[in-house]
């Protein structure tokens, strides 16, 4: 069958969001009761026109162009990038999921997250502008005042501005408790006061230095709104004395004029292997570049309170990471397509069965080994497409379900599974890129096909937003110890259920569920053993095998919630559903056993281990 | 312990060479008589020095100016490659592993792939034209005419030509049998004739195109020898049709003196996404750049008989095939050596028991995760390493074994392991790199560093000299099936020896060999039940699950090869070597099973899949 668009399968999407998820149903709500059928569709219809025609074809052109530092020191981009952002900003899609008071949508997430993912398959540097700021917006609307909402989230929602969250710093990337980037009340500003801005906040001096910020710094937008955390004087040593402040890069009067530049500058770009259309800076606040208000540092507003910035960053955290694992799905997707189309286009060699020279070649998607590749990249796009949308589902749940205990246990199975949505598509999105690659042969290796550009895109999702060993310690240290186990026997609870419709079933997906509900058994017996340990060491040592371990089970139980409600329907859709299930179920799922021994054996190897052995 | 290099560690190197492979009793034989211990250690220090001083400081520059054509049509590279290859030939490396009779050192060719490591680790891209070049002298001396080894062979392995192997074309990459380029005899040449050479191989004309040559153009040497792939009149369709051809871009008179320009003209260059230091090219042979002699077509001579073109070539895959899986070993290795010394030097975070943010923080060693990623690529490099030097170890015994059997043996398990030399080291060395980067982190996407590039050089390794999937198809039809099981069940002596010697060294060296011959027995069971299958075809269609499972038991066996001699011994270094293989058989050969079911079972799902639902 051919494939309508090489970004995303829109019949799978629509299979997921309608047939699974039953998406339509949230317009039941009174938050979503202008959206129905057709205006959700209509939302992926801008999405995937506006990647297909604006996005994917300036891909290759942004990443042969990076971003540079020109001669007045300003960062030089593509015209083209600025031109996808305008075209971006058109759409309407970047307010859509706001609340409606905010000039808003009121978009289920759920359908953003699937339109998203048009755009990260078009381009994954160019969408990543606009969600950075939806993300910084969106913590804004949630945590800051009113005057702060109005002066600094409302420019970005409407797309005037872009937003960044600026947490790391060139010394402390993955351990934030460290940072020193210092935030002093300023005895000039007050509110209202000399720094040019009234936000309710109070206003604060920083100085400090801050690493690894994507869109840290552009001229695409007349003014970007940094979030960035920061000690305050006499803090407490570690994560909770560290507080979260707004620093526009330009400042803004209480009427929204814009002001003096304050003093943010940049101090270098870095050069990334891949997602180079997102520009990614090292940027020095309050180092004496500009002095706003004739006063030295980097003018700020305290967000929250003093000493709640890394909590309420967290806040953020799971739909920031659910976004990272929708990119990794995304590249895995698109490059998986392409290698399909390839596959299928290409002739080389002869059956296995049929080796007479002097027959013509078949097209290589008839090789089993060809075959291989492509069922293995569309189990784990298509699984993870499944991932991604259910949590997002969540994400609705969480913000709408009728009763509190219902939007509680949607936040807890969310806080569960969002370490593995991160995750498992950076792991096996990037593996479905080398598998792309690998179709094409020699032609995947050059830069004249995208699939090597996608692959070097994607190798970056298992290190930001918090690496693939700190996804492990999330979960096993947070979301499994922590609760003492209630949030994974709640999913053992629908994972269960899912079993059981598959009995109902029959055929393969009977027996899929009876393997699943094995793998299962094994994880809850597993995870005992870490409840009654007394050293928790070895549980957190191995985090990592967890991680990926219940990453392949919540995948296989996504497969199998798919074939559930492919059960009894015909068609090339379907049975390609079936036979990627059949893979998962027979090449993936046995994988588990083997991750599994290692948490449960609490292999101490690495734990004992002299380093001055390596 | 400070690492003295970051290419390849020296003192592995020659645990694996003395210790264990007691390569410096190969002066006892004849061919090897004027080497010692000394001689052979004097070779590495050569190859480290070159490596380090004129080879790895150059990686990154020619990663960022890869190949281009010029305005006058010629290959446009960095000036400091061929600064790098004079110093190569300088060095007299490059005739070291050649008869004397040719010029050469007749050095034990394992010590050839220990001293290349280096220069693969050094750049992988540098090295590439000498070793392809020599596989090409060496497949003349082999096959070539007293004249052609003169005029063709010498100048090369002298260093002054380089030469390529011209095979694939752009409609025929794995399937040569379908190559389309035509050798004509050329009735105007004959001997000592109008094409201005006497090879003692007859006179062609060849017309055609040839795809991914690498070192296929450049001006680095005044000749370039391009051994040439191409059909005949009337010849059979398929492989039997296919002769080989000797075919110089410069074409040379009988004393050697450059003449006219052949007719290989350079169609384009390859950009791809690593190993940029080697040019790869489109070249037309016969297309009418030039016309040598006043005629059409590019003149090339007939090596060996008409027809046996494919049979010579493959003859010379066993060394091409090795040298690539120890590019990818050496890729690993010096990732591996990299992210070692970053993780001793970066503080980051605190340990898993005391997470006082007051104390000050550790190196990322400490971090259990951080030791899980460097001690499973000191497992795949070092156990790669172990692979590699085995194979190179086997070239000797099959030239040199004092008995016809010995060398018949070593040819036959040398065959039986090619297809494993080659893929395991392309897949897990190319993991070890991913894992490099994550150690670094966000700097370790950077380019400021240079494991990105060993990721994106060593990608290439699955693909060329036959892709993966092909290295499996050789395991288990050529090497497997077709000799009855034979080749693996001498294979399989060998690990239960080195079982029994396991077992007598006791501890973790026994426990290690009960686990392995495990393994083996699951092996030797499933092998079985493919040599009586009436249908081979599941087989074929699993036999990269087949290729991926032997590979890891092969390495496992290594593993506890290194044990049984570090048994006893005491010190950091031997410590190191049970630390990396008890992570070897307690996390790696524990994924066998499941592989090996996929290949017991016979799964179909590949075989009978309707393309149309993918």
Redesign the interface.
Known sequence: ?PTASRLISRRDLEFLLYEWLHVESLSERERFREHDRESLDGVLDIAEELATEQFAPINRLLDEHEPTVGADGTVVLPSELKAALEAYAASGLGAATFDEQYGGGQLPYVIHAASSMYLQAGSVGVIAYPFLSQANANLLTQHGTPEQIEQFALPVIEGRWFGTMAL?EP?????L??ITTMATPDAAAGAGGGSGSSTGGGAYRLKGSK??ISGGDHELRENIVHLVLARTPDA????KGISLFIVPKVLVSPGGTLGERNDVALVGL?????FRGTTNALLAFGEGSFTPGGQPGAVGYLVGQVGAGLAIMFDMMNEARIGVGSGAVSLGYTGYLHS?DYA?TR????S??SRD??SP?VMI???????????AQ?SYVEGGLALTLFCARLVDEVRTAPSSEERAAADQLLGLLTPIAKSWPAQWGLTAN?LA??VL??A?????FPV?QF??DN??N???EG???IQ??DLVGRKILRDGGVALAALAGRMCATVVAASGAGGEPAAHGAALATQLEAVQRVVTKLLTDADP?PA??????ALEALGHLVVAWLWLEQEVVAAGKTG??Y??KR?AA??FF??EL??V??ML??VERG?R???D??????
């Open positions: 069958m790391s010394h402390a990337g993955s351990s408790g460290d690493m690894w407490p040593a570690g994560p870095n050069h990334k292997m891949g399909l299928r002739p080389q060699g002869r296995l069965v020279p002097t070649p998607v008839e090789h089993p080994d060809v075959r291989r590749m492509l069922l569309k080398a690659i690998q042969g020699g995947g290796y050059t830069r004249d090597e692959y070097r190798r970056l298992a290190i930001h690496t693939h060993g492990g310690i060491t957190l040592a191995n985090a990592t095998a090339v859709f049975d390609g036979a059949a893979y027979g090449q046995p994988k056993p083997a021994d290692i292999d190897l690495t734990l281990l002299d380093p001055d052995v390596l």
